[in-house]
């Protein structure tokens, strides 16, 4: 069923290390058969949030084996009262009551998410159903940014011509500031490395070093400035990361334009990671290149967050959903 040979790879990764992941849409045909593959495929342990009768139901008509896989349903869970202590503890300063704690811990996208925190999963794909806000907004109030005043963002897996690259953020930060820009170079950076992607960092913009003027040009320089502070830091100096702004798509990609427009570049021609300077640029961006292009795109992935949630688009395949699980099951790992 997995015709992409990346996704091939990272399922024969997820193997080494076998994660549990929380699947809230067991209503979707799709996830069903998504959590099939991935069990089969041993590649993780799927917890399908649903009703047994009719999970069951597909599963004996198609034939597939419900052996290894766990079915909760969140109102008949003998969890249900801690989860939603522990949503109430976590949110209570935020104004939220004992009973809408309760209400929202029904809901099944909190309950994956409270999973997590409880323990009981190391990550959750949910959005086949959802929107984007619907889906990363619990692990947003809930599982939080792993490093203290660092925005969490998303990113996309684009295969272009076989080759990974990292787009962000084409999924979560509207309108970056400068800081946000430079915070998502560098949870890009850390992504890269975790996904064996060279962390060579283009600062996107419609200008290269100076050519256009503006605001806009403005802000990613700066944002180029801070994350490139940062590198010196103890904690990225030794990590080989290369960043480097403001840059046009061509002048990032292409070594004979990035020899004219910003020669001594350590980045430019060579970039693997596109930092966008707003949602809008990311987010159409990556769509031309899946639709127009060619290309594989796998995400919106969250980065930044203390464990991985990610979030799918309602179009999606099976196939698509395979992915973001082996995506996610590599990214609970240490
Ligand atoms: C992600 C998104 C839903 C968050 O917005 P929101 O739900 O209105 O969030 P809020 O502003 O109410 O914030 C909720 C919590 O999340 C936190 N939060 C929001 N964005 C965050 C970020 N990028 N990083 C870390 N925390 C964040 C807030 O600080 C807040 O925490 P608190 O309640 O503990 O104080 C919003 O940024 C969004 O809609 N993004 C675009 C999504 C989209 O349409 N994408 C295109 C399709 S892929």
């Known amino acids: 069923m997995i015709k992409s040979n990346y996704i091939k790879e990272l399922i024969e990764k997820a193997k080494k290390d076998i994660k549990t992941i929380v699947l809230p849409e067991g209503e979707d045909e799709r996830v069903l058969e998504a959590a099939h593959v991935i069990t089969e495929a041993k590649a993780a342990k799927i917890v399908i949030l649903g009703d047994e009768a009719e999970i069951k139901k597909f599963y004996q008509k198609n034939n597939w084996d419900l052996h290894d896989i766990q079915i909760i349903k969140p109102e008949e869970s003998p969890h249900l009262e801690e989860y939603t202590q522990l949503l109430y503890d976590l949110r209570k300063e935020k104004g939220l009551s004992r009973e809408d704690a309760a209400k929202l811990a029904l809901n099944y996208n909190y309950f994956g998410t409270l999973m997590i925190n409880a323990g009981a999963a190391d990550g959750m ?181 203390n464990a991985p949630v990610n979030d799918l688009s309602r179009g999606c395949f099976a196939e698509d959903i395979v992915g973001t699980i082996a995506i996610t099951c590599l990214q609970a790992i240490k």
């Open 125 to 305: 794909v949910s959005g086949a159903n959802h929107s984007t806000a619907d889906t990363v907004r619990p692990a947003l109030q809930i599982i939080k940014s792993a490093k203290k005043g660092r925005c969490a963002s998303s990113f996309f897996i684009i295969l272009a011509k076989g080759e990974p690259y990292i787009f962000a953020d084409c999924g979560i930060v509207i309108n970056p500031t400068d800081q946000e820009m430079a915070d998502i170079a560098l949870s890009s950076a850390e992504t890269a490395l975790h996904f064996g992607i060279k962390p060579s960092i283009a600062m996107l913009s419609f200008s290269t070093k100076g050519s256009g003027k503006g605001d806009e040009v403005e802000k990613v320089k700066r944002a180029t400035k801070i994350a490139q502070e940062t590198l010196q830091s103890d904690e990225y100096k030794n990590l080989g990361i290369e960043i480097d702004g403001e840059l046009q798509a061509d002048a990032a990609l292409d070594m004979t334009v990035a020899a004219k427009k910003a020669p001594g570049s350590p980045v430019a021609g060579r970039a693997k990671i596109m930092v966008f300077p707003t949602l809008e640029a990311g987010n159409i961006c990556y769509k031309m290149l899946q639709r127009l292009g060619g290309c594989e795109a796998y995400g919106p992935v969250l980065q930044g967050l």
